[in-house]
């Protein structure tokens, strides 16, 4: 499977810049001209589909900087600011809940950051009561409710407490166990401490365990990122996230710290890349696409299967039927046909709350045809196939006649085995997965519209 993925000289023809497609469109076209008004609209005609909510919250707390985060983050090590904030994000739950309907269950929950579990315990049962009082959480583990842990942050009682109050599903950071690594991105966790949150979550019953490692950073090998991933292979996750760096310190001052030439090399991360797919699907992964993993049995890998498979601003997420509800500092709301994003200065954040007015800095209406394009680019990137017949009747259009150009770049793909077409119907294939951005970015109505960087695609 991994040669048919991975081709060297495929890899040098489409690797360029762009989207990741956690939304289309992508928040380069969010603008300030969208309004608190616009979002309370939103979520009023939302509340006529009957939707079931998934909830994020924005936890912003770290106590120590990793010097490759791009992350909306607050680094400090006195815990005696979370509370102030706790109570602003309490005060945004009261604010969020009215506008929409109790019977809409939530049917997925989680927190990220940051850290969420810089909270203090007491914090954080205030933030889930809150929650439950305002909204309508399902019982006995019938949501997906999950939150990312930093195991420097968390021991095994702090899992069980995050059981305790309604957890079952837990992301983990841990980028690479090799110790060199680990001191060059100033993120030192000994596999020990890992293990032991690992273990504790699986002893307490979390049903799903995902782990987030990245490649590029400072001194890595494939041999040495080969060791990371025998050993993760044996501690078994259920899904697993590998990303690739992205050095930008001209954005994120901090990656400034990191000095360009101990990274691996051009030819070196695609080695890796390359081992990566195959350590890993030979050990029975499924490769959803781009940089997840998930075994067969995963949510994640059942609902591509299912093709209910959808992105968000966490990366590849089930439970596409829901609207999704952010809150804290940046976080992104996406309600029926429009996204909006939350203030990022946490000094704007308080004063909006201070006025009993919903943060939301600036958003997006999507106009019928970005709806149109972002059906299309989902289905491609999440459920790897797109119908070009069903889209002309989900959209009572001749979608054939109107994609025509896109059409045939989508066909010129399929030389290059990316792409298998069957009638009316484009499939992607294996080596499609690692390319997916590149297809998607085919029915991208803005990419020439703006000169905006993006990351590159591999």
């Known amino acids: 499977m991994t040669e048919s993925i991975f081709n060297r000289e495929l890899i040098d023809k489409y690797d360029k810049a762009g989207p990741?497609?956690?939304?289309?469109?992508?928040?380069?076209?969010?603008?300030?001209?969208?309004?608190?008004?616009?979002y309370i609209e939103a979520a009023k005609i939302s509340n006529e589909s009957g939707r079931d909510l998934s909830l994020y919250f924005h936890i912003p707390f770290c106590d120590t900087i990793c010097f490759y985060c791009g992350c909306n983050k607050i680094i400090t090590k006195n815990r005696k600011r979370s509370l102030p904030y706790v109570d602003h994000m309490l005060h945004e739950i009261e604010l969020q809940a009215p506008l929409f309907d109790r019977n809409r269950k939530v049917k997925q929950?989680?927190?990220?950051?940051?850290?969420?579990?810089?909270?203090?315990?007491?914090?954080?049962?205030m933030v889930m009561d809150k929650t439950a009082?305002?909204?309508?959480?399902?019982?006995?583990d019938e949501g997906e409710y999950s939150i990312e842990v930093d195991p420097r942050e968390a021991n095994a009682d702090t899992v069980r407490f995050l059981r305790s109050i309604g957890f079952n599903r837990l992301s983990m950071g841990v980028q690479d166990f090799n110790p060199k690594v680990q001191v060059?991105?100033?993120?030192?966790?000994?596999?020990?401490?890992?293990?032991?949150?690992?273990?504790?979550?699986?002893?307490?019953?979390?049903?799903?365990?995902?782990?987030d490692l990245i490649y590029g950073l400072p001194f890595q090998t494939v041999d040495t990122f080969n060791q990371t991933l025998e050993e993760m292979i044996e501690i078994s996750p259920d899904r697993l996230s590998i990303f690739n760096y992205a050095h930008m310190p001209h954005l994120f001052k901090t990656?400034?710290?990191?000095?360009?030439?101990d990274m691996p090399k051009a030819e070196e991360k695609l080695l890796i890349l390359k081992n990566?797919?195959?350590?890993?699907?030979?050990?029975?992964?499924?490769?959803?696409?781009?940089?997840?993993?998930?075994k067969p049995t995963d949510q994640l890998a059942i609902a591509q299967r299912e093709g209910n498979l959808y992105r968000n601003f966490q990366g590849y997420s089930t439970h596409s039927d829901?609207?999704?509800?952010?809150?804290?500092?940046?976080?992104?709301?996406?309600?029926?046909?429009?996204?909006?994003?939350?203030?990022?200065?946490?000094?704007?954040?308080?004063?909006?709350?201070q006025g009993n007015q919903l943060p939301i800095w600036r958003g997006v209406k999507l106009t019928p045809e970005d709806e149109l394009r972002r059906h299309i680019i989902t289905e491609l990137m999440c459920n790897l196939k797109l119908d070009i017949n069903d889209i002309s009747q989900r959209f009572n259009m001749d979608a054939k006649e109107y994609f025509k150009i896109e059409l045939?770049?989508?066909?010129?793909?399929?030389?290059?085995?990316?792409?298998?077409?069957?009638?009316?119907?484009?499939?992607?294939?294996?080596?499609?997965?690692?390319?997916?951005?590149?297809?998607?970015?085919?029915?991208?109505?803005?990419?020439?519209?703006?000169d905006q960087r993006f990351s590159r695609v591999i």
């Open 20 to 38: 990741r497609y956690t939304s289309y469109p992508t928040a380069v076209q969010f603008t300030t001209e969208f309004t608190r008004e616009d």
């Open 133 to 140: 009082e305002n909204f309508t959480l399902l019982p006995n």
């Open 276 to 294: 990566i797919i195959e350590r890993l699907t030979d050990a029975g992964y499924v490769y959803i696409g781009m940089d997840h993993f998930a």
């Open 184 to 211: 060059a991105v100033n993120r030192i966790q000994p596999k020990e401490i890992t293990l032991e949150t690992l273990h504790a979550a699986r002893d307490c019953g979390f049903s799903s365990i995902s782990v």
């Open 109 to 125: 929950l989680h927190w990220g950051g940051g850290t969420p579990t810089f909270l203090s315990r007491d914090e954080m049962k």
């Open 322 to 353: 829901c609207d999704l509800v952010g809150m804290g500092l940046s976080s992104i709301s996406q309600i029926g046909n429009i996204y909006a994003q939350n203030v990022k200065d946490m000094p704007e954040y308080e004063a909006a709350l």
């Open 408 to 450: 045939e770049d989508l066909r010129a793909m399929e030389p290059d085995g990316l792409i298998v077409v069957d009638g009316d119907t484009y499939h992607v294939q294996d080596r499609g997965r690692l390319l997916i951005r590149n297809i998607g970015m085919v029915f991208d109505g803005y990419l020439q519209k703006n």
């Open 255 to 261: 990656q400034k710290q990191m000095h360009a030439e």
